[in-house]
C-alpha cells in the first residue's frame, strides 16, 4: 500500500495537535506519581516502612514501587484486551480512573506510626493500582498515537507518549525544589511531601475532561472485527515470540529512563552525597534534554529505518555506560552528574523514539494494545521498575558505587540482540496503522 493510498484509505482525525494533548495528557498524571515516588523515596521510606536500617527501609520502598510494577503484565493483558475490545478512546478513560484512585490511596495514607501495618499496605494497595492502570496505559498511549500518524511519521509521533512523560517529571522536581526552599528538611518529612501528591489529585479532573473529549481512532473504527478476551489471549500465545522481542527492545529504554529519572534523585542524595538542590537541578535538565531528544530520535527513525539507531545506540551505551558512572563516583560533583546524566539522557531519547515505533509496528492490529502493553509491561517489571532496587543492592552488596552501569549494559545488550533478530536478513513483517502488511527496506 502506498503513502497516497493509505492516506485516501484511513479516515483523518480532525485535529491531530489536539488529539496528542488529550491522550497524553493521562500519561503526565502517571508518570508525575512515579517520579514524585521515586524523588521522595527516602522520605515515604521512614513514613511508612521504618527500620534500623536506612539502607533496608530505602529498600522496603523500592520493592513496594517494584511491586506494583509486577502488576503492569496483569493489567496489559486484561486492560489491554478490554481496550481492543470497546475501543481506544473508552480503555484510555478507565485506565485514568484506576490511576487517579492509586495516587490519592498514596497521599492520604496515614503513616505507621499513626496506624502501623496497615500503612505500608495502603502505599502497596496504591502502588498495586497504578501498577495495573500503568500496563495498558503506555501501550494505549502508544497505540493511539500510531492509529492517528501521518503515514511515515509514526516514530515522531509516538515519541510523544513519552515526551509527555519528560513534561511531568520537569514540572515534579520544580515544584520538588520549590518545596525544599520553601519547607526545612524537617517539615517536608512531617508531611510536606504530600503537596505534590494532593497536586496530582486535583489536576485528575481536569485530565477527565481532556480524555473524554478524545476521538476514537479511525483505524478502530475502520475494524470488522474486534477479538473477545479468548481471541486475544489465543493471539497473545501465538505471537510469544514478538512479545519476547518487544520486551527486550523495551528494557534499553525502560531501564535507562528508570536510572536518569526515578533513581537520580536518590543516587544523587544518598550515593554521592550531593545537595537536593543538585538532584533536582540534574533531573530538570534531563527531563529538558529527553522531551528534545525523543521527537528526534523518532524522526531519524522514520528517515534511515529503526535499526540502524536502535543498534548504535544499544552498542554506544554497552561500552559507556559503566565507564561514564566510574569517572562520576570518583569525585563526584555537580557538573559531573549533569554531563553522565546528559549522555544518558541523549541513549534514552534518541533509541526510544525509534524502539516505541518499532514495537507498534511489529504487532497485529487487532490486538495491537494488548501485545504492545504486555511487552512493554513486561520490560518495566522485570527491568525498569527493578532498576531503583537493584541499583541500590548492587552498590551495597558490592560497595561500588559505579556498579549500577553494569545493569544499564546487560539492558543496552538486550536491546541491540532483539534489533538484530528483529531486522534480520531482508527484514520482518511490519504492520501499517490501517493493519497492512509490508516488508521494511534492509537498511531498517
Not at 523500592?62 to 480503555?91: E, N, Q, S
Not at 534489533?419 to 493493519?435: C, N, Q, S
Amino acid at each position: 500500500m502506498t503513502q497516497a493510498e493509505h492516506a485516501q484509505d484511513v479516515p483523518q482525525i480532525k485535529s491531530r495537535l489536539g488529539a496528542i494533548l488529550r491522550t497524553t495528557s493521562g500519561n503526565f498524571l502517571e508518570q508525575f506519581d512515579f517520579f514524585l515516588f521515586g524523588f521522595y523515596a527516602s522520605t515515604i521510606s521512614k513514613a511508612f516502612f521504618p527500620s534500623g536500617d536506612e539502607v533496608a527501609s530505602l529498600m522496603l520502598t523500592f520493592t513496594t514501587f517494584w511491586l506494583g510494577a509486577l502488576m503492569r503484565p496483569v493489567g496489559a493483558v486484561i486492560l489491554g484486551a478490554y481496550v481492543d475490545k470497546i475501543g481506544r478512546r473508552k480503555g484510555l478513560i478507565v485506565t485514568l480512573g484506576i490511576m487517579a484512585s492509586g495516587t490519592a490511596l498514596i497521599a492520604i495514607c496515614p503513616t505507621y506510626a499513626s496506624i502501623g501495618v496497615a500503612a505500608p499496605l495502603i502505599v502497596l494497595a496504591g502502588r498495586l493500582l497504578q501498577g495495573f492502570s500503568a500496563g495498558v496505559e503506555l501501550g494505549g498511549v502508544s497505540v493511539y498515537l500510531f492509529e492517528i500518524a501521518k503515514p511515515g511519521q509514526a516514530g515522531f509521533y509516538t515519541s510523544f507518549q513519552s515526551a509527555s512523560q519528560q513534561v511531568a517529571i520537569l514540572v515534579a522536581s520544580v515544584i520538588g525544589y520549590f518545596l525544599s526552599i520553601w519547607m526545612e528538611p524537617s517539615g517536608i518529612a512531617a508531611g510536606g511531601w504530600r503537596i505534590p501528591f494532593f497536586i496530582g489529585c486535583a489536576i485528575v479532573p481536569l485530565i477527565f475532561v481532556l480524555r473524554r473529549s478524545l476521538e476514537e481512532t479511525p483505524v478502530f473504527l475502520k475494524m470488522k472485527h474486534h477479538p473477545s478476551f479468548s481471541e486475544t489471549m489465543a493471539s497473545i500465545v501465538k505471537n510469544w515470540k514478538i512479545v519476547l522481542l518487544g520486551m527486550m527492545i523495551v528494557a534499553m529504554t525502560t531501564v535507562t529512563f528508570y536510572f536518569i529519572t526515578v533513581y537520580t534523585p536518590t543516587f544523587g542524595k544518598n550515593v554521592l552525597k550531593l545537595s537536593e538542590a543538585d538532584s533536582l537541578g540534574v533531573t530538570m535538565a534531563v527531563a529538558i534534554s529527553n522531551f528534545i531528544w525523543l521527537p528526534i530520535g523518532g524522526m531519524i527513525s522514520d528517515r534511515i529505518g529503526r535499526k540502524p539507531v536502535l543498534l548504535v545506540i544499544s552498542i554506544l551505551a554497552v561500552v559507556t555506560a559503566y565507564p561514564l558512572l566510574n569517572w562520576l563516583v570518583d569525585g563526584p560533583t555537580f557538573s559531573k552528574m549533569l554531563m553522565v546524566e546528559l549522555v544518558f539522557s541523549f541513549y534514552f531519547g534518541a533509541y526510544n523514539g525509534a524502539a516505541m515505533a518499532s514495537l507498534t509496528e511489529m504487532v497485529p492490529a487487532e490486538v495491537r494494545t494488548t501485545c504492545f502493553s504486555l511487552a512493554f509491561a513486561l520490560a518495566n517489571a522485570l527491568f525498569g521498575t527493578f532498576t531503583p532496587l537493584l541499583s541500590t543492592y548492587l552498590i551495597q552488596a558490592t560497595g561500588d558505587r559505579a556498579s549500577p552501569g553494569y545493569w544499564l549494559m546487560a539492558a543496552a545488550a538486550s536491546g541491540g540482540i532483539a534489533a538484530l533478530v528483529i531486522y534480520r536478513g531482508k527484514g520482518i513483517k511490519t504492520i501499517e496503522p490501517d493493519g497492512a502488511i509490508h516488508r521494511p527496506p534492509v537498511h531498517q
